[in-house]
């Protein structure tokens, strides 16, 4: 069983960054894929980014050249770093681990090929 403990989040103003963090448990962390999703009020939830287990990196459209996804394999910590925010940014923000399949050319987008989520947090970014 994997523990995710997320922190970091809060009220920011437009233009302005955030750090998300998420600690997990065990002792292979390394070895599996972590991913960011966020859920916006009256929206589905969305893919965010990804840290795959060989290192690759994914991002949705709308947060490149804005947010970084980093690990510290050391810390057994995933990061979300997000800069230059705007309102629509403004979401409860999720942390996963343990991609279930890597089928298909977009596997890393289905939120229920993901085993284990974080608690969430909230990100309000005002104008």
């Known amino acids: 069983q994997v523990q995710l403990v997320q922190s970091g989040g809060g009220l920011v103003h437009a233009g302005g960054s955030l750090r998300l963090s998420c600690a997990a448990s065990g002792r292979t962390f390394s070895s599996y894929a972590m991913g960011w999703f966020r859920q916006a009020p009256g929206k589905e939830r969305e893919f965010v980014a990804v840290i795959l287990r060989i290192g690759n990196i994914v991002y949705t459209d709308s947060v490149k050249g804005r947010f970084i996804i980093s690990r510290d394999n050391a810390q057994n910590t995933v990061y979300l770093q997000m800069n230059s925010l705007k309102p629509e940014d403004t979401a409860v923000y999720y942390c996963?681990?343990?991609?279930?399949?890597?089928?298909?050319?977009?596997?890393?987008?289905?939120?229920?090929?993901?085993?284990?989520w974080g608690q969430g947090t909230q990100v309000t970014v005002s104008l």
């Open positions: 996963a681990s343990h991609i279930r399949s890597y089928s298909g050319n977009y596997f890393y987008l289905a939120e229920n090929n993901y085993n284990y």
